[in-house]
């Protein structure tokens, strides 16, 4: 299955939404290794959560990349059948690390740059932490071989943005923060 699945990044060294940087080269492998689990969502809890392995890890400066092995759905009420159909769908697309940090320090931006880390698993999210944590390459439907595919842009500026949409947004997120409050 891992050729199908396509290469993720799993972590990059850019300051990621939390103002914090997990820097690729104080990672701790060796335990992760033994037990290179690929779980749903950071779900510690329930076993449907664990959604296949990490493939072909690979770390650099640049972050940490691997290749997918997504399990098979045990039948038709296991969740893993919609996380396949989102997966397939490209729908599903970003990951996140879990971490257990050991050395950090404060960092310019007003957060953490975590220098030593050890591994404990990589998630697949539909929201990563790591803007850049994104899934790369996919093998075509054909069965062609695998191809990068282009990560769509993030608009760069608010005039890239149409402003229905804008408008739209602000008022969800007004109900959101009124509801939140009556709680």
């Known amino acids: 299955k891992a050729a199908e699945d396509g290469r993720m990044i799993a972590s990059t060294p850019d300051v990621d939404r939390d103002k914090d940087r997990v820097l690729p080269n104080g990672a701790k492998l060796e335990n992760f290794i033994k037990n290179p689990v690929l779980m749903y969502g950071h779900n510690y809890r329930d076993p449907w959560a664990l959604i296949g392995k990490v493939g072909d890890l690979q770390i650099d400066s640049s972050g940490l990349n691997f290749v997918p092995e997504l ?19 490209k729908l599903l697309r970003a990951c996140s690390i879990g971490f257990n940090p050991t050395k950090w320090m404060e960092n310019e931006v007003g957060g953490r740059d975590f220098v030593e880390w050890e591994l404990l ?5 539909p929201i990563p932490a790591n803007q850049n944590a994104l899934r790369l390459a996919a093998k075509a439907i054909d069965g062609g071989d695998s191809s990068e595919e282009p990560v769509p842009s993030a608009p760069t500026n608010d005039d890239d943005i149409d402003e229905d949409v804008l408008l739209a947004l602000a008022v969800f997120l007004e109900t959101v923060g009124e509801s939140m409050v009556s709680q």
Do not use: F, K, Y
């Open 71 to 89: 399990r098979e759905a045990a039948n038709d009420a296991d969740p893993m059948t919609i996380i396949r159909a989102l997966w397939d769908q």
């Open 121 to 125: 698993e990589i998630s697949i999210v």
